[in-house]
């Protein structure tokens, strides 16, 4: 599971448009339009030998019924209630097989025969540590 997102665009005024238009491609949400902008998270890069990139999370509020319209980059979009990414049952892992045959563990979150996991993981920690006011059950 993933957020919108991508690289920045030589028309996109500032990381913050970027998310702004990634989002509208993806999911069909205008953002500019109906969303309100809450802040920026840390910035973060992948692990485990994921190419050098920086990703640079915004965060905005929308409507409760807000529409998703998933391009071709995305295969569904969900809404997660904060409650259930916290729930002690949603505290999960990863394992990434290698072609050693050794498997890796990673903490994740489980959501309706999903998983978050990675950098989006540590993304939605860093949110979830903001809006609870501590580090989630099952964080690490």
């Known amino acids: 599971m ?9 028309s996109d005024a500032d990381g913050r ?3 702004q238009r990634e989002t509208l491609e993806e999911v069909g949400i205008d953002l500019a339009t109906s969303g309100e902008y809450l802040g920026r998270l ?3 890069q992948p692990r485990s030998g994921a190419p050098a990139i920086v990703v640079s999370p915004y965060v905005f509020a ?4 807000a529409s998703t319209r ?16 916290t729930a002690p ?16 563990r ?7 025969g999903q998983l978050i996991w990675g950098l989006t993981y540590r ?4 949110f979830l540590g903001i809006v609870t006011r501590g580090e989630p059950e099952g964080a690490q």
């Not at 929308?62 to 019924?65: I, L, N, R």
């Not at 990673?106 to 309706?112: E, L, N, W």
């Not at 993304?123 to 860093?126: E, L, R």
């Open 2 to 10: 993933a957020l919108p997102g991508g690289r920045r665009a030589p």
């Open 17 to 19: 448009a970027t998310a």
């Open 42 to 44: 840390d910035d973060l």
């Open 62 to 65: 929308v409507a409760p019924a």
């Open 70 to 85: 998933p391009n071709h980059e995305v295969e569904f979009a969900v809404w997660v209630a904060l409650g259930e990414l």
């Open 89 to 104: 049952h949603a505290a999960a892992e990863h394992l990434q097989a290698l072609a050693s045959g050794e498997s890796l």
């Open 106 to 112: 990673f903490p994740a979150i489980a959501h309706g």
């Open 123 to 126: 993304i939605v920690i860093q």
